[in-house]
């Protein structure tokens, strides 16, 4: 049993920064592979970085590299995902998900579990 919070969305303009957190309670992270996927409207749930439970492997998807980019504390039980040059088109509800073992990083359904998502929105 874990449970995710997601934090750190808001409205923010084209070319802005975030840091959205993922924060754990119940267990460490440090037994989790930890998966970050966001949600447009009217839009299928997309992929958006993978980070392993060491953190010796972790990307993010082919259209964000350079500009997304993901980290873990696991003694503060918490992932990271550092968002860069915002873009419209990255307006979206960003979720954090975690699992013992996925298959494919990138298929939603291999995940466990799910926080609730955080909300970004870039100004055009």
């Known amino acids: 049993q874990v449970q995710l919070v997601e934090s750190g969305g808001g409205l923010v303009q084209v070319g802005d920064s975030l840091i959205l957190s993922c924060a754990a309670s119940g267990r460490t992270f440090g037994s989790y592979v930890v998966g970050w996927f966001r949600q447009a409207p009217g839009k299928e749930r997309e992929f958006v970085a993978f980070?392993?439970?060491?953190?010796?492997?972790?990307y993010s998807a082919d259209s964000l590299q350079g500009r997304f980019t993901i980290s873990r504390d696991n003694i503060k039980n918490t992932v990271y995902l550092q968002m860069n040059s915002l873009q419209s088109e990255d307006t979206a509800t960003y979720y954090c998900a975690a699992a013992s073992v996925v298959d494919a990083p990138a298929r939603p359904s291999d995940y466990t579990y799910w926080g609730q998502g955080t909300q970004v929105t870039v100004s055009s």
């Open positions: 980070i392993s439970r060491s953190a010796q492997i972790k």
